[in-house]
């Protein structure tokens, strides 16, 4: 027992333990400059974001020793009961929580307020890996794709209905986990097209999404057959019906919109081409007309439960996110705010505490979403450059710990970690940069906030408990 | 074993990637645009919202009514103070050092680093002169507002006023900033949105002496102000103007409608105070003077003042008998000095009987609407009381009684047309009767209208049994039109047919042989239908009341006019309302001695006692 304890002491990764404690010691201080003031000084001060900042910091190392005295096999063991905790959490918030900025996902007890969105990231991971790592699991079989999409999307669901869009697209990172342990790259394909026609349908006209589909179908069809003759069949074939179909509805005056003579034409057309193909035995052509199929039914119905389904805030939401609608003083302009204070901080920066930009209170949200541009104002390029490295090379270091792991649950956790981490900074200093849209999600480790800081703490602590214990680990 | 291993070189790239885009991103921001770096001389940006002008507001003749005057506030930024020459600014914007002091530190306060109002509205006098020397006090500079004027000094109520937004609205619509102006009453409320326009806001460059050093990045970020929409009222600013004089030293209410749009053409409440009194610097101090005065200039009568309509009531109690066909044109009572009843007595003045409908309007008999409001609740087509009252409440309120009206003032009152629910409560379900409620018959008891819902009913009996909800603004400059609901003709539950029987009553009011309860308000070669009334007032003397509409064919114009304490309505309303007619469709007025005899009353420095009954 004493000897297996000693082990563990020594195999801690100390070089990620000591990244975290630069990033959560650097973060803070820039919270400090971030909420200053000539009223109040002390840095304990608890009625000030950074005092209170310095409570959930010290709580975050009490956390992390709980953490350490865990044993190892508590989360592969109850894996499932910590998922299922999670879960009646998120549906007791929607009910029990209060609203905080247009979001309903806090838990408030007096003083004390609690994101269980933040934890339930734990809980999916843990939850993941187990699932994952049982009986040397292959990513292939429809059965096993539908419990990995129900582990993950239950919890997306319930964190869209408390209004945290943020939160729950964070949860589509667990891709590039599943990318790691063998899901095929073709799904990646199929998500990002889907993702692809998704936002098409939103942003453009119908009329041009029906044409790029059917030309990209034509251009599938050229590339499979090279046949310059039944090209030019094709090509004459659908262009004729949509021209007799047009005649036709000019001549009765049917009065059918341009969209559907073409959906007529393209319909008619397809099922003469098919005709031909059975009898030419080219069977590769079922499989386009599919695919042509089902991306035309798929942009109309994204319409549909756009504009019929989603409530007005709901289509708000993903209208700014899409940059549909322009909202001067609303995201666009605050983008704008965090570009100045970011730009004007130049090389070296402003020095602490003499950033105007985020001072004058005109880059909202400034010790939570919008951190990063105290840095970029205060630091410079040094500093910010110096807190993407940092970042980055905590990232590289979960993901070379991940992969000297024994057990396939420990690898998977360390891959959760690090996708989740990254999909957080990549978004969140994205965002301010200009480059990513504004999506509500923190900065691990730097954005004032208990709930996402422990969330953090834990998620990385419990893979460094993981990793100094992946000598006794297996499978 | 692995055989995906190889993969994590693929999401190691997407990281690393990631990684050098954004160090990329940083450094172009950071390094290369020269244009975000103000920090090399300690420079600040400053950002100055732009405030849009308010809209103006015009009458329907193009007369302005309401416009800016352009003054100076000095703002505070107390982060960026440093020590100066205190008693130099004391003198220059003429306060003393502790009240410099105190407004400092009130600043401060506020936020350090946001700037806040530190002196309002500085003459321009002042601002000239600061202006020179504004370059040694770091951290202050001026902000150009405007304030409302308002030239013709008149419908202080139905314009409003505007005022500073408190707390309470900043944290409601985010639009507004402490320090901000906004509508609170009259159409600077109704139409806030329409006038304010929308802010805009300059970025500049500030150097260390707190000058503008130019734009920041040439305005690339700045939003310009939208001016606010101009106002087209309905009013008529002369004959507004007219009212108001007319109704000098009374208290009470005119409203003129124009029948054939429902645009309100005057709106007088009186007594009432220069609108110019509530703007800027001198509003609280002058606000607080008119809440304090006993006669309530403040109180908007015209819109929240509710009487009892009196005799002219009678009009509806006859369109309704009508309609329920429990009276003809032909239907006689006659009258000995009053209606009696059991234990019940309506009293009744001198004049000829039997009287017909039409005679009966014209000598505004009280024995005749008691028998005809009684057979419309007694209808024996009725099962009880209850149902019968039902059906004359139905009638009544489609005139726009007992509910507002929905114009496009922010404060109409609804009024009141008791139900039977009321009674129930009152005397005991099953204990009331037509008889309990006979006073109704004659416009007495629980009812409670509001001049303009009496204006608006005066119009819809012109207009032979419809209205255009009441409005006061006809066009908005930057909208193609006004709320489509002004456009939407109400009609009443009465049949049009029966409206012209009642016409010719009015006609005969005013037009009608010696003995008509109007004479005095008749108009050579102009027919006018009028009706007089008169409030009980427990209080102290009857209001006067006097509803008309002329020209009988064509209506132009429809009047009521309330006089507090005024007595009998053919005393002191009747004859306003046709001065205010004669003024409007004639443009002048001949009957100076008519005139005279209105201006010239006095009923609020000289309680007249006058206990006359119609
Ligand atoms: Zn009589």
Redesign the pocket.
Known sequence: MYKRKTNIWNNIDWLTVVLYLILITFGWINIYSAVYNDGHQSIFDITQRYGKQLLWISASFILILIVFLIDVKFYSFFAYIIYFATILLLISVLFLGKEIHGARSWFVIGNFRFQPAEFAKVATSIVLSKYISSFNLKIKKFKTLFTIAAIILTPVALIFLQNDTGSALVYFVFILVLYREGLSINYIFIGILITALFIASLLVDKLIIFFSIEIIALIIFILRNKNIKHIIIALITISLTTFIVWKINNLFNYNLSFYIVNLIGLTISSIILSIIAYWHKMNYIFIILGVLYSSIIFSNSVDYFFNNILEPHQQKRINILLRIENDPLGTGYNVNQSKIAIGSGGFSGKGFLQGTQTKFNFVPEQSTDFIFCTIGEERGFIGTSIVVLLFLFLLLRIIYLAERQRSRFSRVFGYCVASILFFHIAINIGMTIGLTPVIGIPLPFFSYGGSSLWAFTILLFIFIRLDASRLELFG | MDIYKQRKYFIQIIFILVGVVYIIRLFALQMVDASYKISASNNVLRYITQYPARGLVYDRNNELLVYNQATYDLMLVPRQLTSFDTTNLCNIINISKPQLIEKINKAKHYSYFKPSLFLKQMSSVTYADLQEKLYKFHGFFVQTRTLRKYPKKFAAHALGYVGEVDKAITKKHKYYNLGDYIGISGIEKSYEKELRGKKGVQIFLVDVHNRIKGNYKKGKYDTSAVAGANLTTTLDATLQAYGEKLMQNKKGSIVAIEPSTGEILTIVTSPSYNPNLLIGRIRTENYLKLLKDTLKPLFNRALMAKYPPGSTFKIITALVGLQEKVLYKSTQYS?HGGYHSGRVTVR?HY?PSPLNLIHAIQYS????FCNVYRNIIDNSEFASTDEGFKVWRDDVTSFGFGNKLGSDFPNELSGNIPTSAYYDKYYGQGHWSSLTTISLAIGQGELGITPLQMANMTSTVANRGFYYTPHIVKNISNKKSIDEKFFVKHYTKIDSSYFPIVIDGMEKVVNGEAGSTARIAKINDIIVCGKTGTAQNPHGDNHSIFIAFAPKDDPKIAVAVFIENGGYGARWAAPTASLMIEKYIKKSVSRKWLENYILNCDLINVQTQDKHME
């Open positions: 009258c009744c004049h008999c009280n024995t005749y």
